[in-house]
């Protein structure tokens, strides 16, 4: 008698599809907990409350409309302006909000229009929408401002005394000493004329953090239908969040709520992928819960970032590959049979359309695809039927879907470059694109602090400091850290070897799905010289997260005692995600406990 999970023939697809015995109705422990494939309403309750309780705790502080959009930019060589705060004042900090320009350079002084002492030079490049605090510790009534060249945009400038009290500035407080200070004298005013709709200090809530100077900067570029500041990943995932700034306007908000929608995407199409691949409402809750409480899904969800963009269109090819690798198509029609194929090239070429990276997780579905078809030769059919029904039709499907389709979505990603003066149309644009970015990855040099290597990932060695702010009037501190749910990434380590273990030995096609997946998406990084970042990981997480499912799965219809265990590892997991989630979404909290968090001695934040 063959094995469990082991493919003896296409005529029992059961035997395929669950990686523990089949569940009698008598055994459900969740309402309706047999093998149904429909989804019923009390799926849609339980998956429903999970995107809800998801939607809740995300959308808080995500951002702000209030984010300045008003601002004054110098047109001419060192034009200057002062600021006369009418009475002195110890000035202990300066704000200034980059506009969306690549670079500011001001020289700043303190004294007064008899004699100014120099205080500092402020120079940054490609920081654009984002604050840069000045210190000034000083009793001063005037500060003075001289842009060494053109183009210094800036927005908006708060000036500080001690305890974080703000300054007030009037319109007539800021005076010019050029012949024309930009445009007009009137435009100074912009500097100062959305004091009240910023909180006190600024915050990740009032401008851009971590990488979103980049991604942000070329969305709104893409709006403007100017030539795009990045180029190192393909457009589409910058198109994304241009049509939340659309919607929305330039602010902290309009920029994060299409990745946040994208961050909710993620757990109904895990609530599926659960039950198709475990046969069991169990599984699927599981698979959705662990991701709604998993930290690195929840912080890239709420940054200007393309990752979480990208994670969720690689699930959704290898979910609807999953359909395909899984059903029984001897007893299908054609659309029933090669229409998840189709599916999973179309959000293939979506994926690869935001990060090459997706081309990883593509030959993983080429590599599950040969098994499978190998699978079907070994269990007797002819070599008649195996030949062209189920060899070269399907594989000219893929080669339709991944190839032809995913070609033409990628080149249509890039419509909103095509006919900019100077970067010409058409395919030969498209190619010298993908010149200019292939050049870049492989002649990247660049360092980083919060760098590490691909194997130290799933130990999460070393998370990625995103953001931070003190406040030393209430000696707290304000963090957001790329980091995974410990009780997720650490668990899912030895799950992910008892899944290899159970396809080597056992030959069990659902553990062999997730094995191939997870190492195809793994190994090619070994090959890359550059740069590389613990968020990279994400397109794995979903993978770590069914192998965890799996072996709940198993236990949970064991004996009501290993229940017990299966819902108590979930709730360990809430109690992690809680834990952590101050240093998730940036919440103020004491130096001490900020300090609590770091597990690990490579935890630096």
Excluded at 45 to 66: K, Y
Excluded at 161 to 189: Q, V
Excluded at 219 to 225: F, P
Excluded at 424 to 447: C, D, I, K, P, W
């Amino acid at each position: 008698m063959a094995k469990k999970n082991k493919v003896t023939s296409r005529d029992s697809p059961d035997q395929r599809k669950s990686p523990s015995k089949p569940i009698k109705e008598s055994e459900a422990q969740l309402p309706g907990d047999a093998i149904k494939s429909q989804f019923d309403r009390t799926d849609l309750l339980l998956c429903g409350s999970l995107i809800i309780i998801f939607f809740l705790i995300g959308i808080w502080n995500i951002g702000s409309m209030n984010t300045p959009v008003t601002g004054w930019m110098p047109v001419s060589v060192n034009e200057s302006f002062y600021i006369d705060l009418q009475n002195e004042y110890f000035v202990d900090s300066i704000y200034l909000m980059q506009a969306n320009q690549p670079k500011i350079e001001y020289d700043i002084y303190t004294g007064s229009p008899v004699t100014w002492d120099f205080l500092q030079n402020k120079s940054t490049e490609n920081f654009v929408l984002s604050w840069h605090s000045i210190t000034v510790n000083s009793g001063t009534r005037y500060i003075r401002f001289v842009s060494p060249s053109p183009g210094s945009e800036l927005n908006e400038i708060i000036i500080y005394t001690r305890n974080f009290s703000k300054i007030p500035i009037s319109k007539d407080s800021i005076i010019c000493e050029s012949d024309n200070c930009g445009t007009n004298n009137i435009s100074l005013s912009n500097l100062a004329d959305e004091q009240d709709r910023i909180e006190d200090p600024p915050s990740y809530r009032n401008g851009a953090m971590f990488d979103e100077i980049y991604f942000v900067r070329t969305a709104y570029e893409h709006i403007k239908h100017e030539r795009p500041f990045e180029y190192t990943h393909p457009p589409l995932g910058k198109l994304f969040i241009a049509s939340g700034i659309i919607a929305f306007g330039l602010n902290t908000f309009g920029w994060r709520i299409v990745p946040f929608i994208f961050g909710m995407l993620m757990i109904p199409v895990m609530y599926f992928f659960g039950k198709k691949m475990f046969n069991t409402r169990f599984g699927a809750f599981s698979s959705a819960f662990l991701m709604t409480f998993e930290s690195m899904h929840f912080v890239l969800s709420r940054i200007a970032m393309v990752d979480i963009i990208l994670s969720t269109f690689i699930l959704l090819m290898f979910y609807w590959f999953y359909l395909y690798y899984q059903g029984d198509f001897f007893k299908k029609g054609w659309k029933d049979a090669y229409m998840p194929l189709i599916l999973s090239g179309f959000f293939f070429g979506l994926a690869i359309s935001v990060k090459w990276t997706a081309l990883y997780g593509a030959l993983a579905v080429l590599a599950l695809f040969i098994l499978l078809k190998r699978d079907e030769s070994r269990a007797g059919h002819s070599r008649m039927n195996f030949f062209k029904p189920f060899f070269l039709i399907p594989l000219l499907v893929i080669f339709i879907s991944f190839i032809i389709i995913s070609f033409i979505i990628y080149v249509l990603s890039y419509t909103p470059i095509m006919g900019i003066p100077g970067e010409g149309s058409g395919l030969e644009m498209v190619f010298r694109y993908q010149e200019n970015m292939l050049r870049y990855h492989e002649t990247l040099t660049a360092t980083h602090p919060f760098s590490s290597p691909w194997w130290s990932w799933i130990f999460m060695i070393k998370p990625v400091w995103i953001y931070s702010l003190g406040n030393p009037v209430e000696n707290t501190l304000s963090n957001i850290v790329a980091i995974g749910n410990p009780a997720i990434w650490w668990v899912s380590i030895p799950c992910l070897l008892f899944v290899m273990l159970k396809w080597i030995k056992e030959k069990d096609v659902t553990c062999r799905f997730m094995a191939v997946v997870f190492l195809f998406q793994l190994l090619p990084y070994m090959l890359i010289g550059r740069i590389l970042f613990l968020y990279h990981m994400m397109p794995n997480v979903p993978i770590m997260i069914l192998s965890i499912t799996y072996g709940l799965n198993i236990l949970w219809h064991k004996n009501k005692k290993y229940k017990y265990l299966g819902i108590a590892y979930l709730l360990a997991v809430l109690v992690t995600f809680v834990y952590f989630y101050p240093i998730l979404a940036g919440y103020p909290i004491s130096h001490q406990f900020n300090d609590a968090h770091k597990w690990l001695r490579s935890w630096i934040f």
